[in-house]
């Protein structure tokens, strides 16, 4: 750990030659093989760390990333909208990082309202997909990418989000067709990346350790999506 500024302000306030040893202190200091040991176990774990981040990091070296081709979709059928790219951290999953979850949102406004705000980089957060209430599915950030959108840097990294158009106090913003383009494009993703089709897996943004949000609310059909889901996934080659 590095010195803080506390640490610092209390030596600059000790002149030279006033440090007192505290009561019962023996007056020692570590020997050199301690500090020696204790050296060596820092500098194993400065390389642990670093080779850790030299794994997410590697596609960084020129030729090594994966084609992109821009305004492409990883769901046939998705419309691309680009969101601000304060909103979301380029990465090259599942190499760097493996996808294991899917995160169900609610947009508590319009489809509209919620494409700007992911286009704003103020806004600093955005989902990877939008559902709409009449079905169309719109793509605002790569699934290679890490969107800022579950509020817990842990769950960003290894999750797909999906936006859904309306409000979690209104039972009606859940439609049918909803239901079912939402449930196609979670099988698909589970399909993708070998992920489970169960509660565990795909869950709300409620479920998020850490996180202030509600959604989806009371009014998501859980059961309802999580058959649909496990039918689009049976189904789908």
């Avoid at 390389?47 to 030729?63: C, F, I, K, M, Y």
């Avoid at 705000?117 to 950030?141: C, K, L, N, W």
């Avoid at 383009?181 to 795909?202: F, M, Q, W």
Wanted: charged share 30%; aromatic share 8%; hydrophobic share 35%.
């Amino acid at each position: 750990m590095g010195e803080t500024q506390s640490d610092q302000d209390d030596r600059k306030a000790k002149p030279p030659g006033t440090d007192q040893k505290a009561p019962g202190s023996t007056g020692r200091r570590p020997g050199r093989r301690a500090l020696l040991i204790g050296g060596a176990v820092a500098a194993v774990g400065t390389a642990v760390v670093a080779r850790d981040e030299l794994s997410r990091l590697w596609w960084r070296v020129p030729g090594v990333e994966k084609p992109r081709t821009p305004g492409a979709v990883d769901f046939p059928g998705a419309t691309w909208v680009a969101a601000s790219s304060a909103n979301y951290r380029r990465a090259d999953r599942p190499d760097d990082y493996a996808i294991d979850r899917v995160v169900i949102h609610v947009t508590q406004g319009s489809y509209e309202s919620a494409v700007k705000a992911f286009e704003d980089p103020s806004h600093q957060a955005a989902a990877h997909y939008i559902v709409r209430q009449r079905g169309d599915i719109t793509q605002m950030i790569r699934e290679l990418d890490v969107a800022f959108h579950a509020g817990n840097r842990e769950y960003n990294e290894r999750s797909v989000g999906i936006e859904h158009e309306g409000f979690v106090d209104r039972k009606s913003s859940f439609t049918d067709v909803m239901y079912t383009n939402s449930a196609r494009l979670t099988a698909e993703i589970c399909r993708r990346y070998g992920i489970p089709v169960d509660r565990k897996h795909v869950i709300g943004h409620v479920e998020v350790p850490g996180t202030d949000h509600t959604d989806p609310g009371r009014y998501w059909d859980w059961d309802r999506y999580m058959g649909l889901v496990r039918r689009a996934h049976r189904t789908q080659v």
